[in-house]
Every structure is written in C-alpha cells, then in structure tokens.
C-alpha cells in the first residue's frame, strides 16, 4: 500500500491522520503499531482515521501506538477540525465529528484561512465508578484510596469517553512515570485500563499536569486527561465550577471549563507535514 497521511500535533500529542473519505486503510491496529514508531517508523502517539459518517459531518477513529482503539482523544479531535476546514472539506466555523463516545462539536477559529486553535464541547463527564468503569462501590470515586506500585494514593476517577484516574500530589516533575504508570494502566480496578493523569494545583485557575495514556505510555498532552482532572479538581474543591481553568502540560496549554451540563476543552491544532508512506 502507498498511503497519503498528514502529521499532526495539539499541544505535542502527534498523531498520523489518514483521509479515509479518499483511501481505504485496512489493518489501521497494525499500521499504527508500525508508524508510529519513533525510530522506525513515521513516529506518533497513534494514528486517527477520517471516515465517512452517517449521523456526522465525519466520523474520527483513533488507534495508539500499540495498535488498540481508543473510543475518543480530545487532542486529535481538534485537529480534525483543522484539517475540514484548511483542505476545504467543510464550510463555516462549525463542524459536528462522530466518535465512538458519541457526536462532539467543535467551534474553529481561523486565521488568514487556517485554523489555529478550536473549542469543543466534550459532553458531560462521568463520575459513577460502574460506568467509568472503574470497580469502587457508591455512586462517585472521588478521592478514594487505591494501592498502587507499593504505595496508597487518594484517586478521582471520571470518564470523558474514556476512563482516567486523577492523582494530586505536591509535585510532578520528577515522577518515574515509567515505573508508576504501568501500576495504574494494569490495575485490576480499572477493567478496560485506564488513563492516569498526576496533577499539582498551582492555584484555583491552574493545574500542571503529566499524563500515562493506556496504550501508549507517557505523551506530551491529553486532552480528555485535562478535561477529567479538572472535574476531579472541581470536585475536591481545588478549582470552582463553570470558570476556565489552564491545564499546563509537557507540550502546551489547555483551557478547560467544566459546567453543570459539559467539559468545554479549547486548545491549538497544528499540522507539523504531509507524506506518503509504502507498506
């Protein structure tokens, strides 16, 4: 196969995208263990389909870098948006992408023709453990305790299409995100794994964040990871409801609000290249 795809990147979460409106792809679990690779291959977080869609202006399909399919990523979604709007493929502003969690909306803000950044409506987070799914009992695991990697944490755990577990500790920088992560990804507590967002409060408005994504180990952003540690922090009282709140990560900044009816996330989409590649 000759393939034409696009490198990506929001906020230093780089995926390949391929226009599945024009080529099949088949195999997608395979292609993206073998391009994203960083030293063999074209080199990723994953890769993210552009397809057809029914109910949709597109419908958005996301591997990681271990070849399994994500239900949603918040950073590709944006840069979806960027790639209807700049090749011409949608008109206007506004564009409605279907997802396996659901139909999410994106506004794109455009300049001299490109998009340089876009707000999504993520949909309302998850807080019940049974839905998540995460195994805790009661209708909310909001700073439970769970033992992890031979020490005890107080985690939050919240669903934006996917499932994390938030962690707020006094500092981030100098966690072995190597040796810990996998304790969370792997936990028997989190049956579909999960994602595991380490967080230190900087003040109400602020969070710095590191993320371990299930499939594929520590990345540079996440943007569901941010929308979720914001609700976890609103919900233990470190950030108030219905304000925007900056989430720093490795490769940027995020602004999420979190209001009574949904998870607003606003951030930049970049295209970093385009190419062809033979399999």
């Known amino acids: 196969m000759k393939l034409s795809f696009t490198k990506m990147q929001g906020c230093g979460n780089d995926y390949i995208y391929f226009n599945c409106l024009e080529q099949p792809l088949e195999n997608p679990e ?9 030293h063999f291959g074209v080199g990723g977080d994953g ?5 057809p869609s029914e109910t949709a202006d597109v419908k958005m399909r996301m591997f990681n870098a271990d070849g399994s399919e994500g239900k949603m990523c918040g950073n590709a979604i944006r840069c979806v948006g960027k790639y209807l709007y ?7 502003d506004w564009v409605r992408i279907e997802t396996i969690s659901g139909i999410k909306t994106l ?8 998009v340089q950044t876009a707000r999504v409506d993520m949909g309302p987070a998850e ?16 700073s439970v305790f769970l033992a992890a990697g031979g020490k005890e944490y107080a985690v939050t755990c919240v669903s934006m299409g996917n499932p994390h577990c938030v962690l707020f500790l006094p500092e981030v920088k100098s966690l072995e995100l190597e040796r810990i992560g996998p304790a969370f990804e792997n936990h028997p507590a989190f049956p579909e794994q999960v994602n595991t967002e380490f967080i230190r409060v900087i003040d109400r408005h602020t969070l710095e964040m590191r993320v371990w994504e299930r499939g594929s180990g520590e990345t540079w952003a996440c943007g569901t990871g941010a929308c979720a540690s914001v609700v976890a922090a609103v919900e233990n009282g470190f950030c108030p409801k219905g304000e925007p709140v900056t989430v720093h990560l490795r490769g940027g900044d995020l602004i999420i609000e979190y209001t009574e ?3 607003f996330m606003t951030g930049p989409a970049v295209k970093v290249f385009e190419g062809w590649v033979e399999l």
Not at 47 to 51: A, M, R, S
Not at 107 to 114: M, S, T, V
């Open 107 to 114: 506004q794109l803000f455009p300049k001299d023709g490109l």
């Open 127 to 142: 807080l019940r453990p049974a839905l998540i799914p995460a195994k805790f009992p009661g209708e909310r695991a909001v």
């Open 261 to 263: 009816q949904t998870v």
């Open 86 to 92: 700049d090749n011409k493929l949608i008109c206007g």
């Open 30 to 38: 395979e292609v993206s263990r073998v391009l994203s690779d960083r």
């Open 47 to 51: 890769i993210i389909l552009i397809c």
